[in-house]
């Protein structure tokens, strides 16, 4: 192998002047399909006999022919020209890209960016997302990102993404083999699913209850695994209603009662982006989340309050019976 100082390569617009030259038979036509002038062409061409010391046409009038080492050049340039032309990072189309790297917690981005991500990026075809994770509770980033997502607490900088509020949920299969759970104090009987981004003693001092933090049950660190824990019926969970929508929604999970408190940690987004495409990210996640919370609380509201059943008939005809004549 040569020695690094003893290369010397072309330019890629000689190479490109050359196969062209080579291809077309003249400065002229070569010239058309650059979009250059043909004295352009000429001179990039004489860089490149120059770097390799000898001549790669002969030149008969305005026609071109190849000599026996431009023969033998032109297969070697056309191969390396090919190889660059494969590689999608040199199409213009991917160089007017923009590029957008999000940064995410798990639960988050699973349960809440990624359903959503498709009304995005069909609105932003041009634009190349990349979504990493995340974990805040063991300082674990993902390095450098152009919009980040947290979970902080109220005094954190970025604007807050969830107006969220944590209550005990459970699965039904869970619930059937328990005392009935009525009130706060009922959670004596049941198995309480501990995460530490989530402790259950604020909630119970809202409650009223001068419990002390749950010790029994493993110690979950994502707020995921806690409602996977709760969906497959090993222990009440104080969930949030935006991450446990859909378990909501399919009757998985179940509200029990308030009170409705605050999570310890809020989602937040700031765009570290200087590109304009962070913002757009950041307003469009904003909307999303704002929707979903609305829809989340209703859910809860409707399985906690849940509208009167229809009459049965024995008690519409009762009711005529006693209606006042």
């Known amino acids: 192998m040569a020695s690094p100082a003893d290369l010397r ?3 890629i ?3 490109r002047a050359f196969e062209a030259a080579a291809r077309l038979g003249s400065y002229e036509r070569a010239a058309g399909e650059l979009h250059v002038t043909a004295s352009a062409v000429g001179k990039r061409v004489a860089a490149v006999e ?3 010391g000898q001549p790669l046409f002969t030149r008969q009038g305005k026609s071109l022919a190849l000599t026996a080492g431009g023969r033998d050049y032109l297969d070697q340039v056309r191969s390396a020209l090919a190889l660059l032309a494969a590689m999608p990072q040199h199409r213009r189309a991917a160089q007017r890209r923009r590029r957008l790297r999000v940064c995410a917690p798990p639960t ?3 349960l809440i960016l990624v359903p ?6 069909q609105a932003h075809e041009d634009l190349e997302l990349e979504i990493v994770l995340s974990i805040p509770f063991l300082d674990v980033n993902a390095g450098s990102a152009d919009v980040e997502v947290r979970a902080s607490d109220a005094a954190a900088e970025g604007d807050m993404l969830l107006d969220d509020v944590v209550l005990p949920m ?3 299969g869970l619930l059937a083999n328990l005392p009935a759970l009525k009130a706060p104090a009922d959670l004596r009987h049941a198995p309480l699913l501990r995460t530490p981004i989530e402790p259950w003693r604020p909630w119970f001092m809202a409650a009223g209850l001068d419990w002390p933090e749950p010790t029994d049950g493993p110690r979950l660190v994502d707020l995921g695994l806690t409602l996977e824990a709760a969906l497959c019926g090993q222990g009440v969970v104080l969930g949030r209603p935006s991450l446990a929508r859909q378990a909501l929604a399919e009757g998985r999970l179940l509200p029990l009662f308030g009170p409705f408190t605050r999570p310890q940690l809020l989602y937040q987004v700031a765009p570290h982006g200087g590109d304009g495409a962070a913002a757009e990210f950041c307003d469009w996640l904003t909307g999303c989340c704002a929707r979903i919370a609305i829809d989340a609380m209703a859910l809860v509201q409707d399985r906690l309050h849940p509208p009167p059943a229809p009459a049965t008939p024995e008690e519409l005809s009762g009711r005529r ?5």
């Open 9 to 11: 390569f072309p330019s």
């Open 321 to 325: 019976r006693r209606a006042p004549r």
């Open 50 to 52: 120059d770097l390799l």
């Open 116 to 121: 959503e991500l498709g009304s995005f990026t």
């Open 108 to 110: 988050f981005a699973r």
């Open 170 to 172: 459970a699965a039904p």
């Open 13 to 15: 617009d000689g190479l």
